[in-house]
């Protein structure tokens, strides 16, 4: 995944407000903030792969071996 994506002007907007709000936090806030973050990722992560299982029907090939 080494494509160069580039962002909307919406998205770098969104981007310089959130880099500003996160400057003006101490530093534990930002830690925490980054932890919370992270998960976040996680959860998106795991709601893509299996939205995609279930778009590909591959949810459908484990159902069938469990039988």
Avoid: C, G, P, Y
Avoid at 15 to 33: D, G, I, T, W, Y
Wanted: avoid cysteine.
């Amino acid at each position: 995944m080494n494509q160069h994506v580039e962002l909307t002007l919406e998205q770098e907007f969104r981007l310089r407000e959130f880099a500003h709000k996160v400057q003006q936090m101490s530093l534990n806030q930002a830690q925490s903030f980054l932890i919370e973050q992270h998960r976040s990722m996680l959860i998106q992560k795991v709601i893509f792969q299996q939205l995609l299982k279930h778009e590909w029907n591959l949810d459908a090939d484990a159902d069938l071996a469990v039988i």
